[in-house]
């Protein structure tokens, strides 16, 4: 699976692609911002998607000074399934006043120990994103949230003490920050609103 993201949801146009095997665990997710990332991707990605993927590349600027993005697992399902739903729904920015907690994704309550998230605007309007593979990590980042409410940063903290995640690791957190970070941001807002739409109406 495979869509554009185009500059109704950001400043500039992106290439999502997501790949996965129903016969294999999996997923994986590029995020590309140039024709330049999009040939490098493709190196990796299902052959069969190269004709799709290259149509795509019009849309892109040549080359941009942001890395390719690729994200794999649990993680990049769940923003896989974001990112399609919200560019099929044709979704717009909402407005904001940084800043705000976005994202602040538990890992899974049982079973082997995994991986959070925290999708953050900071006080002058940066976005960031981040994959913590500890406790530490991410209690560190929380505890940086200088501009929010020490009792919302304290519930955070609690709440991270008792994920089903390593204490420390030795892999450093995964961060993302700018145009790419903006858009999960925006991925992550739109799925809560849309929850809470569906829990309110039905």
């Not at 190196?43 to 590349?57: G, K, N, R, Y």
Request: include cysteine.
């Amino acid at each position: 699976m495979f869509f554009t993201i185009g500059p109704k949801l950001l400043n500039q146009p992106l290439v999502a692609h997501c790949e996965w095997d129903e016969k294999r665990p999996g997923t994986k997710l590029w995020i590309c911002s140039s024709q330049e990332q999009v040939r490098e991707m493709l190196q990796s990605s299902d052959p069969q998607q190269t004709q799709e993927l290259q149509a795509l590349c019009s849309e892109l600027p040549t080359a941009t000074p942001d890395t390719l993005v690729e994200i794999v697992g649990d993680v990049a399902s769940s923003l896989g399934a974001m990112l399609s739903a919200m560019a099929n729904a044709g979704a717009m920015i909402a407005a904001f006043s940084p800043p705000e907690l976005g994202g602040f994704w538990e890992p899974p309550s049982s079973g082997q120990r995994g991986e959070g998230v925290l999708i953050w605007a900071d006080e002058n309007g940066a976005f960031h994103f981040a994959i913590c593979r500890s406790k530490s990590q991410a209690a560190t980042i929380v505890r940086g949230f200088g501009w929010m409410d020490s009792r919302r940063r304290e519930d955070l903290l609690s709440k991270i003490s008792r994920w089903n995640c390593r204490e420390e690791s030795n892999v450093k957190a995964f961060h993302v920050d700018g145009k790419i970070a903006e858009l999960f941001y925006h991925a992550s807002i739109w799925s809560k609103v849309k929850s809470h739409q569906q829990r309110t109406y039905n």
